[in-house]
């Protein structure tokens, strides 16, 4: 019996529809197999299904709230860090350790390529099962991980290497042992290395960008953002406990905060947007990782041509320019 497809809420429709279909492509197998009389009837049947679903998704995904967004961000089957080392990057190295206490599994480093580019790539690594999850923390990186992250970009700056950051955390580990092991500070730490090295780096948020844990590795000369990811100060369960005192008022919180990519243009938060196969990016991991690779080929061709001291001061005004905004005189 086949699995029953899973996901938000307002995704059913479309799963009911991606069950139908399911169940007709195994009867039509069978069919096949048992040389059953008039097959094309259950082809025409998986056709229209297949129609349908495409009409509805365009119609549900076009008008996403920012709550179900977020939902969409989080989703179990959304591609991570290490699946686009697989599929949109041509062979990948990884580096372990921050040569001060251990390990971070929370955060993944190491040299790649793609295509004429030699990299480094330094993303969250959330893990797809429960296992490989709470081995890394559920992407919530410690303070040697962004002392990993440190040192690998520091590497990268020596051999002349671009840097490519992927971001996908709730947020840095918030335990006792991280903040005795300096959490606020080594963010802090990492944020101003990235603002002064030497080399062009990219930034994308693929799922979750949360607080601290999401700029510790933030700082670059083009932030882009995937189409249904979001990058926030503060989760809108952490937003709606601060203001409402109930996590039950996490969609108004998420209403609130604008931290969709939408929201993030006009902003001027975010360089650019990355557009997500129809239905989101877990729907199709290989279309998505295309889309990664074109959008990092073309601006690693853009930034490799710039000076270092143009890449420094573009990348300074840059930060600078955030968060300004003028109000209009009150009379």
């Not at 998986?46 to 076009?62: F, M």
């Not at 290497?161 to 335990?175: E, K, R």
């Not at 963010?187 to 990219?202: G, V």
């Not at 607080?211 to 709606?240: F, K």
Request: charged fraction near 25%; charge should be negative.
């Amino acid at each position: 019996m086949a699995k029953k497809p899973t996901g938000p809420e307002f995704e059913q429709p479309m799963l009911e529809i991606e069950t139908q279909i399911e169940s007709l492509q195994a009867k039509l197998e069978q069919s096949n197999r048992e040389n059953g009389a008039d097959p094309q009837a259950l082809e025409d049947q998986i056709i229209g299904l297949r129609r349908e679903w495409n009409r509805l998704t365009e119609e549900i995904y076009s008008d996403l709230s920012p709550w179900q967004i977020v939902q969409v961000s989080r989703h179990q089957e959304r591609p991570y860090t290490r699946d686009y080392l697989n599929l949109a990057f041509d062979e990948f190295v990884e580096l372990h350790g921050d040569k001060h206490f251990g390990d971070d599994r929370a955060m993944l480093t190491g040299f790649a390529q793609i295509d004429q580019f030699k990299v480094m790539v330094v993303g969250h690594q959330k893990g797809r099962t429960y296992k490989q999850r709470a081995k890394c923390n559920f992407g919530c990186a410690h303070p040697e991980g962004y002392r990993k992250a440190m040192s690998k970009m520091r590497l990268a700056e020596k051999y002349g290497m671009p840097i490519i950051c992927f971001i996908d955390t709730p947020g840095a580990y918030p335990g006792v042992g991280a903040e005795e092991r300096g959490q606020a500070q080594v963010i802090a730490e990492s944020m101003f290395q990235m603002s002064q090295l030497k080399t062009p780096i990219i930034c994308v948020v693929i799922g979750e960008g949360g607080s601290g844990g999401a700029l510790g590795i933030g700082v670059g000369d083009r932030v882009a953002i995937l189409q249904y990811a979001y990058y926030s100060v503060i989760s809108p369960e952490g937003c709606a406990g601060i203001l409402w005192k109930s996590h039950q008022h996490a969609p108004k919180a998420a209403d609130a905060l604008r931290f969709t990519s939408k929201h993030l243009t006009e902003l001027g938060v975010v360089d650019d947007v990355i557009e997500e196969p129809l239905g989101g990016a877990h729907r199709d991991h290989h279309k998505m990782a295309a889309r990664m690779k074109s959008y990092l080929v073309k601006t690693l061709a853009k930034l490799t041509d710039e000076p270092e001291e143009t890449l420094l001061q573009n990348r300074y005004e840059k930060f600078r320019q955030i968060g300004v905004f003028l109000e209009k005189a009150t009379t």
